[in-house]
């Protein structure tokens, strides 16, 4: 469907203008697009989804978008006009849950296993980083799993020494497990006599040692905290190269809610190359509780110069989250102490009128963060400050239904890529209803898409996307039910405006509307038409952030 195109109110003011007062000179009517972009098919994702053929761009903004005929007149001498040869545009990626600034500050020193699918070609990427940096640490923190090979197993330590025989060797897998060369073994002082709190030896079904070690979150992520760190110069390159892989996947925007394994004086490095006015995709972060026991300290510490909102439309403060507190992070069975605390710091955060996120896991023990929401709203309405809970892949209606009185909204990751072999196993039928996003739709839960990287997944929008689409786990084996699964215009809007509510800027991006930023990418492929199995690969060939190009491949890189 084609319309004419519509102009940015700002112009729409000035034409007015003319009609009604000739006696002004009216510069703002000679305005020109600094960028065009024709022979498009533009998802303009606007309420009534419109599809359009050309888009204009003005000071980072939307200028106009709509028909050839009606943003052709916006060109001028100075504009560049890109003909994207008939190939589909989106608006900007928004990862909804991406711990994007801890990934950034090691993506150019980490190994990393996002895609490869043999043990072979996981080795190959081992051996070529041992071939660069000769007797370094090579550290693979995450974003992969067995299923993703086509041996369907783990590597085995003689495999990694094999490849890389001089350096240490770490890898982790989700935070369940962990392999070490011995290398790296003796570096940490560790063995099998002596190994780190919450670390113990991984023995298969008959008892005997696999030669994996196992460990839980905190036990993973403190041995984790004993490797040697990055430079500050690599944070700051691996930043920007980070952040250029993003983009190179159409993703403009994330939401990040910290982490385990990043001190807040690490931000110092995305704090400068925002400095540097470098950041090429907008990012709004929340803090993370980092110090067990004066986690509210930490907060009215650290908030008490970071009003919420503070920042710009690249980097934005956005609250608390996803640790509010040790003692109601991955517990399905707080005590009364632990839930005071919790209930103490969110009421402060309410007053303050912040922002908080929270990850919570499981459905049978929501009701314990949900309960004191509720008690909070009655005495300091938290309705409109836009909290949100991140995972809960298996939501009940009820908890979605009490969610949607709290204005609470959900940001939805695709854990079950990878770990859906097992929830099927482990569940059964219900894996079917996992996560349940048209029921959240339908109960009004504003739902956000993203991937929770890169530990635990990759941080590839459009395998999160394929398989919000398929409901197939990385290994091919279909789990979510039809019940649950969007159609691709809604999967786009979930990772689009969708993300956007949760930084309150869905006025701002998410979509391709006059006066809207002007984020966006040109597919190599056309996400609503290639087969769903394709999705997956789809890249970006032209991505634009606040009206620059951000990336650019053939034919778009001249
Ligand atoms: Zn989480």
Partial sequence: MSFPGRIAPSLRWAAFGLAGALLYPLPALAQTADLIVMNAKIATLDAASTTAQALAVRDGKIMAVGTAAAVRPLAGAATRTVDAGGRTVIPGLIDSHMHAVRAALTYATEVNWIGADSIGEAMARLRAAAAARPGAWLIVAGGWTDQQFAEKRRPTVAELVAAAPDNPVYIQLFYSALLMTPKAMTALGISPEALPPRISLERNAAGAPTGWLAGDIVGISALFDRLPKAT?????????????????????????????????????AVFQVWRERALTVRLAYSLFAQNVGAEFDEFRIVSQMLPMGFGDDMLRFNGLGERITAGMYNNNDPNDAAKEKFFEIVRWAARQKLTVTVHWNENKSVHHLLELYERLNRETPITGLRWSIAHLNDASPETLARMKALGIGWTMQDALYFQG??????????????????????????????????????YNPFVALQWMLDGKTVSGKPTRGPDETTSREQALRLYTVGSAWFSFDEGKRGTLEPGKLADFAILDQDYFTVPVERVGRTVSLLTVVGGKAVYAAPPFDK
């Fill in 232 to 268: 500050f110069e690599e944070n700051v390159t691996g930043t920007k190269k980070f952040f250029g892989e993003l983009n190179r996947l159409a993703v403009t925007g994330v939401g990040d809610p910290g982490g385990f394994s990043i001190a807040p004086s690490q931000y110092a």
């Fill in 421 to 458: 072999d097992q929830e099927l196993a482990t569940r059964g039928e219900a894996a079917h209803r996992m996560p349940p996003i048209m029921t959240a739709l339908r109960a009004g839960v504003p739902v956000g898409a993203g991937t929770d990287a890169h530990r635990v997944a990759s």
